[in-house]
């Protein structure tokens, strides 16, 4: 099972709203990314979580908000959203930090009104 | 500072047509290479992922070439297919200098039937 899976694929929230996007992953892999993704441009690496501790933090606004409950799973808890938050947000796993392949989700498509 | 750079940015072929994409980065010392697909809307495919140890991956229809002290790659894709139609990016593993891996803006390609 080479599968990430991100849940849910579509989200709208006002820019009040609390949501949380959700991420898993089966592979054993110990290190988990969130990616933000704009049209047409490549991903941002937004936070990665290495043996389920938050090894990397770039610069990501705090209503951003990531958590690692164990080693298959990935929230990104959102909160006070900018209309400019609004993108492709993509989760990825790895075996380890530094090296092997990185696996990705399809996505949540995040709208903020 | 490692830059990725893919050239062409957007490429239109006829269906059946061998070609090849370019990937250029700027320092040698990284670990790994992958290539991916990328549909509308959605997540990364992995493709194929080339260590710094290894000169080529191959996948059906898909080569890769790795030559480092040059600093590039070649996604080689053969009897290209309407099905192919997607953006391709190359990402890099850097060697030394952090762990994140840095994404070309990766190139447009649309086979025509």
């Known amino acids: 099972d080479t599968e990430v899976t991100q849940t849910p694929k579509h989200l709208v929230m006002g820019m009040t709203n609390k949501k949380s996007l959700k991420c898993e992953q089966h592979?054993?892999?110990?290190?988990m990314y969130w990616y933000k993704q704009k049209a047409k441009k490549p991903p941002e690496l937004m936070f990665v979580y290495s043996y389920e501790k938050l090894s990397i933090n770039e610069s990501v606004p705090s209503r951003f908000s990531p958590e690692c409950p164990n080693s298959s799973l990935l929230n990104l808890h959102l909160h006070a959203l900018q209309p400019e938050d609004s993108a492709l947000y993509l989760c990825?796993?790895?075996?380890?930090?530094?090296?092997?392949?990185?696996?990705f989700g399809e996505g949540s498509r995040l709208t903020v009104l | 500072k490692q830059e990725v750079t893919q050239i062409p940015a957007a490429l239109s072929v006829p269906e059946g047509e061998n070609l090849v994409l370019n990937c250029s980065f700027t320092?040698?010392?990284?670990?790994?290479l992958q290539w991916f697909r990328q549909d509308p809307g959605k997540g990364l495919t992995s493709l194929l992922l080339i260590q710094s140890s290894q000169r080529e991956q191959t996948s059906g229809r898909l080569n890769a070439s790795l030559d480092k002290s040059s600093g590039r790659s070649t996604l080689y894709i053969a009897a290209s297919q309407p099905g192919d139609s997607a953006t391709y990016l190359c990402a890099v593993r850097p060697g030394t200098g952090g762990f994140k891996t840095i994404f070309g803006a990766g190139t447009r390609l649309f086979v025509k039937a």
């Open positions: 990825a796993s790895s075996p380890i930090l530094r090296t092997g392949e990185l696996f």
């Open positions: 320092d040698s010392a990284i670990y790994n």
């Open positions: 592979m054993g892999h110990r290190a």
